[in-house]
């Protein structure tokens, strides 16, 4: 059994920061790629950050220079932290990992249960 539980989302106006995290636990032998998605309301989930196991990263146009995907593998914990906050930002934040559960031979993705990001104008 296998869980992501995600913190830090909350209200900002634009121009603030915010940092979110998603921690991983349960029987995990090993933790792959992990990323952040988001999803405004009335819009499909679309993809904001990821990071690979090796650290290198990518994100979406939309974000590029605003925010920072990071990892700490010791505490199963990904990151995002958001500058320069815009209203646009608006949306729940879900956190994402392929993982390879104990006695598995396989990975599968695993989702948080998703943060509320608020920015008012």
């Known amino acids: 059994q296998v869980q992501l539980v995600e913190s830090g989302g909350g209200l900002v106006h634009s121009g603030g920061s915010l940092r979110i995290s998603c921690t991983a636990s349960?029987?995990?032998?090993?933790?792959?790629?992990m990323g952040w998605y988001r999803q405004a309301p009335g819009k499909q989930r679309e993809l904001v950050a990821t990071?690979?196991?090796?650290?290198?990263?990518n994100y979406a146009d939309s974000v590029k220079g605003r925010f920072t995907i990071s990892r700490d593998n010791a505490k199963n914990t990904v990151y995002l932290q958001m500058n320069s906050l815009k209203p646009e930002d608006t949306a729940v934040y879900y956190c994402?990992?392929?993982?390879?559960?104990?006695?598995?031979?396989?990975?599968?993705?695993?989702w948080g249960q998703g943060t509320q990001v608020t920015v008012f104008s």
């Open positions: 994402n990992a392929a993982i390879r559960e104990l006695g598995y031979v396989f990975d599968r993705p695993y």
């Open positions: 349960g029987s995990i032998a090993s933790i792959n790629a």
């Open positions: 990071i690979t196991g090796g650290g290198r990263t």
